[in-house]
């Protein structure tokens, strides 16, 4: 199964892109595509705050994704 993510800030300038595809079993957790995304891209993994979210929803480690979910890959945000 195909899943779409929406990247920003600085894991966009590290992936290269504003959205990739990611192919992954049916039933794959939060966790499981951060894992995978971390292995396919290890710079990411020196980012401490890093989370999915799904649906405009900060993804809790066990939330299944399905197909239609709109997902976005979090970076650390500062605010002011």
């Known amino acids: 199964m195909k899943y779409g993510i929406n990247l920003f800030g600085i894991t966009k300038e590290i992936i290269g892109n ?11 957790s939060a966790e499981q595509l951060l ?7 290890p710079k990411l993994k020196a980012i401490k705050s890093l989370l999915l979210a799904v649906n405009s ?17 979090i970076p650390p945000v500062s605010g002011g």
């Open 18 to 28: 504003t959205y990739i595809e990611i192919e992954m079993e049916d039933k794959t």
């Open 35 to 41: 894992e995978r995304l971390k292995n396919d891209y």
């Open 57 to 73: 929803e900060y993804a809790e480690k066990d939330l299944v994704i399905h197909f239609r979910d709109e997902i976005a890959l």
